[in-house]
């Protein structure tokens, strides 16, 4: 299930976004980052849970989210935008966001939390990028940003929850 709502997401955020087809991309690529977004849950469920399964959905989900603003952000470099800065930032917090609790977790300190977890990123992204795709004025700049701003939000409080776990 991890593997393809994956390679489902991936492939179609970068196949569409990065030709700017951002409203057909998005309803194509949220189809299957869905199913993405449940595999976790469901092999906890059923007691299918692994070290292995983790880890290979972790990596995973990096794979999409990257794919998700790296194929923004390569159409905006085709444009010659100035909103690029602005969504290669959000890409670098986001990922920093699940790098920080994944070397937490491997340091037994427990990192949940933040404004803007990996759920709410999306929503943030597809909703911005989706609106833009059926032409609303502004609103993948207004989306970027607060994505950008969120994440390095939350990039600093799990910083925090770590330093204190720590000590």
Known sequence: MSALGAIGSTL???YFYSRGHFFIGTLVTIFFVLSDLFDGT???LSGGGSRWGALLD????RI???AVLGSVAYFLAQQSDRLLPVVLTALVAGSLVSYIKARAESLDIECNGGIAERTERLIIAFLAIGLDGLSVP???AIGMWILALL???TTCERLRIVYKGSR
């Open 138 to 140: 502004y609103s993948l």
């Open 58 to 61: 972790s990596t995973l989900d």
């Open 42 to 44: 469901m092999a906890r």
């Open 151 to 153: 994440s390095l939000y």
């Open 12 to 14: 179609s955020a970068i």
């Open 64 to 66: 999409t989210d990257a």
